[in-house]
């Protein structure tokens, strides 16, 4: 059975960076494409940012693009999310997934596992 444990999650003010992390456990963790979601109260989930099972390939919302990166230690079964120069409208709470193929790694229900969430708040 998959689990995914994020963490890294809290508050910070605006500008500032935070690391998101997501342990996986269960099943070969290099094997799977990984993503990042993030859903904000009273909105539906939204996608973030996706790496290919290898790292080679990343895929960014625009809302993440040129302030977010994605990262995987496939050693460690770990999946990261930096996240710099955070906005009072990142604030979420951020969800680690596993599973999507082909060209559906926008698509929250191309995900097979999904971790339990951690929030995020970034104060004005």
């Known amino acids: 059975q998959v689990q995914l444990v994020e963490s890294g999650g809290g508050l910070v003010q605006a500008g500032g960076s935070l690391r998101l992390s997501c342990a996986a456990s269960?099943?070969?963790?290099?094997?799977?494409?990984m993503g990042w979601f993030r859903q904000a109260p009273g909105k539906e989930r939204e996608f973030v940012v996706a790496?290919?099972?290898?790292?080679?390939?990343?895929y960014y919302a625009d809302s993440g693009k040129g302030r977010f990166t994605i990262s995987r230690d496939n050693a460690k079964n770990t999946l990261y999310l930096q996240m710099n120069s955070l906005k009072p409208e990142d604030t979420a709470v951020y969800y680690c997934?596993?599973?999507?193929?082909?060209?559906?790694?926008?698509?929250?229900?191309?995900?097979?596992?999904w971790g339990q969430g951690t929030q995020v708040t970034v104060a004005a």
């Open positions: 997934a596993s599973g999507w193929t082909g060209v559906n790694y926008y698509k929250w229900e191309a995900y097979d596992a």
């Open positions: 269960g099943r070969t963790f290099s094997n799977y494409n």
């Open positions: 790496i290919s099972w290898s790292g080679r390939n990343t």
